[in-house]
């Protein structure tokens, strides 16, 4: 079996630069109408963050906490209801995603899909599916000039030549993967999106795509934001972390801070579950009790951990904590580090 890459090795591939974020969200938000009423549901409520050049930024939180559709607002599948995405210094959000294919900024984000065989089109060969953004994106339309650059990009990730006229179910898991790679970086993105990209493979193939996705970030020098319910690879490839629960972020950060000193208490919850191999290491299992709040209608003054944190106390209730910084680029959302306590 292969072996997992190291966290040194994968995390410190690039170093960000002290140029301008390659992206920044500034209170971004996305409500959509529930049928039948006059509610709305808070997908995404009023979010901030930065990815640098050159880094890759970790997303994490359980189902339903709003992962999926800041995914959808950063790649602008979706368009927000209010908020700023800054890529390049270009405010995109105010492109109308039915509009964005059409921008100059659409190859420049692409994503790689959680499951390989329900995002690859079974009635397109490896080559087809790898040429097809180039020839609508990368506007090439010289038959030779699109061959050289599909087995160019086949041969960056690794899928043999001789396989490139094979349709998805001829190929398996880590092969299908390798196409949807492929397919991504085909138009040399600056800005690679991961959706859970192993998390529908066996765990000796995962150890091979994190070596290729690490591999590209080197030699292209791609930024990633990568989504993943698994912390521990999330600890392994990312430089930060972003930490999202109800629509909200509650803690971002260095991977390695966070993970050893996480602030919220939602987080530490998160990083009691990992599972550990040195029984000295393990820490103790902060239990969640209740229900998670509703993200319809959310009171906004009632923070949304309140109800289910161990921790939460009258002020919780009263008013929504903002991130506030505990470290150079540490950020937490929660009262409690307001007011020093542990």
């Given at each position: 079996m292969t072996s997992l890459p190291s966290s040194r090795a994968v995390s410190n591939v690039v170093a960000p630069t002290p140029a301008a974020p390659l992206v920044e969200v500034h209170e971004l938000s996305k409500h959509f109408p529930v049928r039948g009423t006059r509610s709305t549901l808070h997908a995404v409520d009023r979010v901030s963050f930065t990815i640098e050049r050159g880094?890759?930024?970790?997303?994490?939180?359980?189902?339903?906490?709003?992962?999926?559709?800041l995914v959808r607002l950063l790649t602008r599948l979706l368009d927000a209801t209010e908020g700023r995405i800054a890529f390049e210094g270009r405010d995109i959000a105010a492109v109308a995603a039915r509009r964005f294919a059409a921008s100059p900024e659409r190859p420049r984000i692409q994503m790689v899909f959680q499951d390989?065989?329900?995002?690859?089109?079974?009635?397109f060969s490896a080559f087809a599916t790898?040429?097809?953004?180039?020839?609508r994106l990368g506007r090439t339309t010289d038959r030779r000039a699109l061959g050289r650059r599909v087995e160019e990009t086949a041969e960056l990730v690794g899928l043999p030549r001789e396989l490139l006229g094979r349709f998805p179910h001829q190929l398996s898991g880590g092969q299908q993967q390798r196409v949807g790679i492929a397919r991504a970086i085909a138009v040399e993105p600056t800005l690679l999106v991961l959706d859970e990209p192993t998390s529908a493979l066996d765990v000796s193939v995962q150890a091979v795509i994190l070596h290729l996705l690490a591999d590209l970030r080197r030699r292209l020098g791609m930024t990633y934001l990568f989504v993943s319910h698994d912390l521990n690879l999330v600890r392994l490839l990312s430089d930060r972390v972003l930490v999202m629960y109800l629509g909200r972020?509650?803690?971002?950060?260095?991977?390695?801070?966070v993970f050893?000193?996480?602030?919220?208490?939602?987080?530490?919850?998160?990083?009691?579950?990992?599972p550990?191999?040195?029984?000295?290491?393990?820490?103790?299992?902060?239990?969640?009790?209740?229900?998670?709040?509703?993200?319809?209608?959310?009171?906004?003054?009632?923070?949304?951990?309140?109800?289910?944190?161990?921790?939460?106390f009258d002020r919780c209730e009263r008013q929504m904590p903002r991130l506030e910084r505990v470290g150079p680029d540490h950020l937490v959302a929660c009262h409690l580090v307001e007011e020093g306590r542990p």
């Open positions: 880094e890759c930024v970790g997303l994490v939180g359980e189902s339903g906490c709003g992962k999926s559709t390989p065989a329900d995002s690859l089109n079974p009635r790898i040429a097809e953004p180039v020839r972020i509650v803690e971002s950060g260095p991977v390695e801070e050893d000193r996480p602030r919220h208490p939602y987080t530490r919850a998160l990083v009691s579950a990992v550990m191999l040195d029984p000295g290491s393990r820490r103790p299992r902060i239990r969640l009790r209740g229900e998670p709040r509703s993200p319809i209608d959310p009171p906004p003054t009632v923070c949304r951990f309140y109800g289910r944190c161990p921790d939460g």
